[in-house]
């Protein structure tokens, strides 16, 4: 069973019996249009960009510690996100994972296949909007460690020891796009010199009911090909930390000890022209 993901019937159990506060990430139509019933919707969780400074982690704990305070979580209550379909939302559901982790919330649940799978099991929707009661969000700093600065992800660099895993989509890898919001949104294309790629599709797999997760095993094996066992420490980054949270997620389940992520990710990194990049295609260019 796993720690973090949760199927619609168990989700639908758990609301039942347990205090549970269910957060949808989609944007505001997606939820107006139909969503778990009892859901809060906060899709700044996917939009919300953070800088890696003392100034910006302390925006993003504040920013979050509101926003999900305001949601009703004070702690007791477990923490469900969801997302459209695993592949869909480029992680979102799996960023809100990640920034509770972050905040050191203690009990986190992400909805395995989304609100697709919600509908595929016949569960029910409703465009009933709820009206949470505000609770005093508890923060917990040195959970904060699973954020790392582009200093630290500058200075694994020249640390082999780390693994430096870049998730994004293979047209950003190879330095034809800058983000998934078009080719020439950032200054600079490439990548962070010495990184190894997985794209984070590849934590997932079809299934007869949509995209899943992949189980440990397979996820250890896609691991292995860039060298990454569970005992590497891994520095995961992306274009802003959502498809970072996917893999994220999945190398947690898989048994990955030493995971932290650079949340400022390639949308900060490759915005200042003192940091080194990695230009042209991986199989020509030089580390």
């Known amino acids: 069973m796993s720690a973090i993901l949760i199927s619609p019937s168990d989700l639908s ?16 139509e997606s939820y107006a249009a139909g969503h778990v019933p009892g859901a809060v919707n906060l899709h700044e969780i996917f939009t919300f960009l953070a800088t890696s400074t003392p100034e910006g982690y302390a925006e993003l704990r504040a920013k979050f510690a509101d926003a999900f305070g305001k949601a009703g979580l004070s702690g007791k209550e477990t923490a469900v996100l969801y997302e459209q379909s ?4 480029f992680g979102q559901s799996c960023r ?40 005093a969000f508890p923060v917990d700093e040195a959970a904060g460690e699973v954020i790392i600065d582009a200093a630290a992800m500058l200075a694994a660099v020249e640390d082999p020891a780390v693994a ?3 998730v994004r989509d293979v ?14 949104f950032c200054p600079r ?21 949509g995209p899943r997760f992949k189980s440990a095993p397979e996820i250890l094996a896609e691991c292995a090909t860039v060298g ?10 992306c274009f802003k930390g959502a498809r970072a949270s996917n893999t994220f997620l999945a190398l947690k389940e898989a048994g990955v000890k030493d995971v932290k992520m650079y949340f400022g990710s390639w949308n900060e990194w ?18």
Do not use: C, Q
């Open 189 to 209: 294309k490439g990548r962070i010199p010495g990184a190894k790629w997985i794209e984070w599709y590849r934590m997932m797999k079809p299934t007869a009911e």
């Open 171 to 184: 047209d950003e890898w190879i330095g034809e796009s800058s983000s998934p919001y078009g080719k020439d």
């Open 228 to 237: 990454i066992s569970p005992e590497t420490p891994v520095y995961l980054y």
């Open 270 to 287: 490759s915005r200042d022209p003192a940091l080194p990049i990695e230009e042209g295609h991986p199989a020509t260019a030089t580390a």
């Open 96 to 135: 809100g994972y990640f920034l509770l982790t972050f905040l050191g919330y203690p009990k986190i649940k992400v909805l395995h296949g989304g609100f697709a799978a919600w509908e595929a099991a016949g569960l029910p929707v409703t465009t009933a909007v709820p009206e949470p009661k505000a609770a």
């Open 86 to 89: 695993m592949n869909s939302g």
């Open 164 to 166: 430096k895993l870049d």
């Open 13 to 28: 159990t758990l609301i039942l019996s347990e205090p549970t506060v269910v957060i949808d990430t989609r944007n505001p």
